[in-house]
């Protein structure tokens, strides 16, 4: 079948990736959508099990480093359009591990890059039609001041509304103009890669895109993520372990509105152009956990607040970011988005989310996932 739009994302097998495959493949039967992922430990092909068999649905292992494999795929599947996921994403994995994320961040995305470079040069319509979507983070803004440690708006720690906690921290917001200033080896490579991205357009031509969302949270997060992380540990009562006193502020958006975001930003966002995406949602760590503890109990019909006792404080993540709020009202103004949930839906939903699929937990966190790839694909 001829497909209207032969499209790769990239680390389509992790978290945000497969809400992404998952939005496109059932919204666009008419799009073939390459899932192009190398399966490290963060990948895992269960998360797409519900559409693993759609006709336009193509999974394909491989590494983004890999130059010549990069360049047989673009050709292979005449691919007009690349959403770019694929990343390590852990930032204490980074702070162990800096080269590996120098290599996929850095390295696979330039790779990447000029594999997309070379192929749609070589079209007679040359960059018409194309385009190099690159999802980064707000982690590579750096940290923001908190001019209202207190919140602006107490008390928080048993709210769980969305419009409570705007602005709820400080002033100061990461804007698309925010110069760049990451501490983490996880936000430089996210950084470098965002360069790369940018100068392939401004050099070459090349049509990109580049947004940097800030924290998400939903169905499919790896558990070494705070909130699957915790609402493992709550249910099977183990110590929660909160960085430091837990002061930390994130901006919280549902998954899944990343993923609208995506999909609005890749057909109808300006060629060149940067947008910021954000919850509008600011939490210190120890509230949104209390929120997470509270939700948990209440569900497994414990006494409220039985667990927060959980709660360790331990030594703090080297180079911790204090505060991260974005100022996504371009986003809203240009292209109409906003997110869709309310925290408090957002987290109840995510809670019964782990709550009911435990199995997943179990497989993740026993490596099992590993295997899914060899039984499903391999000899297909
Ligand atoms: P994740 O760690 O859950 O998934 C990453 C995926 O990339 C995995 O499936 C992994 O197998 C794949 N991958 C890693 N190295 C690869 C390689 N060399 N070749 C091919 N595939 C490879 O990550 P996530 O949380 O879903 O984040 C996805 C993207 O969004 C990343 O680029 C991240 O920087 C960005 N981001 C994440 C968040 C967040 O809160 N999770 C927020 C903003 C931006
Ligand atoms: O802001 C966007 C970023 O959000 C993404 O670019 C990253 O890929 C994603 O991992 C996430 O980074 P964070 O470092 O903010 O997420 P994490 O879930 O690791 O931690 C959230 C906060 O909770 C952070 O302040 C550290 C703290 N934390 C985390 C863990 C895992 C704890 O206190 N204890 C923990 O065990």
């Known amino acids: 079948m001829e497909y209207k739009r ?3 994302v990239t680390g389509g097998a992790g978290f945000i990736g497969s809400h992404v495959v998952r ?13 192009l992922d190398k399966l490290t430990y963060a990948g895992n092909l269960a998360n797409l099990q519900d559409i693993e068999r759609m006709p336009n649905y193509t999974f394909v292992k491989a590494d983004i480093c890999d130059f010549e494999t990069m360049c047989g795929l673009m050709q292979r599947y005449a691919v007009d359009g690349i959403i770019h996921l694929a990343a390590e994403s852990h930032v204490d994995r980074s702070i162990k591990d800096p080269f590996t994320f120098a290599r996929t961040n850095v390295m696979g995305t330039l790779t990447l890059l000029q594999a997309a470079k070379l192929y749609w040069e070589s079209l007679p319509e040359g960059y018409e039609g194309k385009l190099f979507y690159h999802i980064s983070t707000d982690e590579v803004y750096g940290a923001l001041e908190m001019t209202h440690p207190e919140g602006v708006k107490p008390p928080f720690s048993t709210m769980a509304s969305s419009a409570e906690h705007h602005m709820a921290y400080g002033t100061e917001f990461f804007r698309e103009t925010t110069k760049y200033s990451p501490h983490s080896p ?9 360069h790369f991205v940018r100068a392939f357009h401004d050099t070459y031509g090349m049509p990109v895109i580049v947004t940097n969302c800030s924290n998400n949270y939903g169905p499919y997060q790896f558990p070494e993520k705070l909130i699957p992380l915790f609402i493992n540990n709550i249910r099977h009562r183990k110590p929660l372990p909160v960085y ?3 002061e930390n502020v994130r901006d919280w958006l549902y998954v899944e509105d990343h993923a609208r975001a995506i999909d609005l930003i890749f057909h109808k966002g300006k060629v060149a152009d940067t947008y910021n995406i954000g919850g ?5 760590n120890i509230d949104l956990i209390k929120v997470v503890i509270n939700t948990v109990d209440r569900l497994l019909g414990r006494a409220p607040g039985e667990d927060m006792d959980l709660i360790t404080y331990v030594t703090d993540r080297k180079g911790h970011d204090l505060r991260y709020a974005i100022d996504s009202s371009k986003l809203q103004r240009e292209l109409g988005w906003e997110p869709s949930l309310q925290f408090e839906e957002g987290i109840e939903r995510t809670v019964c989310w782990y709550l009911d699929h435990q199995a997943w937990l179990d497989n993740v966190t026993s490596g099992d996932y590993l295997r899914y790839y060899d039984e499903m694909y391999k000899n297909r």
């Open 280 to 284: 509008f949602n600011e939490w210190k």
């Open 23 to 35: 939005l496109f493949v059932n919204k666009y039967p008419d799009y073939h959508i390459i899932n």
């Open 186 to 194: 996880y936000s430089a490579s996210k950084a470098s890669s965002d």
């Open 6 to 8: 032969n499209i790769i």
């Open 244 to 246: 430091g006193k837990g």
